[in-house]
Nanobody, 126 residues
């Protein structure tokens, strides 16, 4: 099992940057595929990005490609989401998620991730 705690959300102006962190408990962090999802009020939850257990493979939603970067520090049991050139439409609650997996599959369906953090709010003003 793994527990996830997000941090780093806040209020930022359009064009600004934020870095989200997700601290994971457990000694087998490097056997989990990690991802970020987000959900805005009145909208469906959507996939943002995922990273493989080794950190060598990543995948991004088209809406964030070129602006967001996911990374992981295995020694610190932490996953990061660097968000640049933020837009008002990026406003949402961002969730860090995990699924056991040591392959190269990066799931975009939330149902594949059994472990979820509590979320951190990101608000981008225009």
């Amino acid at each position: 099992q793994v527990q996830l705690v997000e941090s780093g959300g806040g209020l930022v102006q359009a064009g600004g940057s934020l870095r989200l962190s997700c601290a994971a408990s457990g000694r087998t962090f490097n056997t989990y595929t990690m991802a970020w999802f987000r959900q805005a009020p009145g909208k469906e939850r959507e996939f943002v990005t995922a990273i493989s257990w080794s950190g060598t493979n990543t995948h991004y939603a088209e809406s964030v490609k070129g602006r967001f970067t996911i990374s992981r520090n295995i020694a610190k049991n932490t996953v990061y989401l660097q968000m640049n050139s933020l837009k008002p439409e990026d406003t949402a609650n961002y969730y860090c998620v995990a699924a056991y997996g040591t392959g190269n599959t990066l799931w975009t369906d939330a149902r594949n991730y059994p472990y979820w953090g509590q979320g951190t709010q990101v608000t981008v003003s225009s």
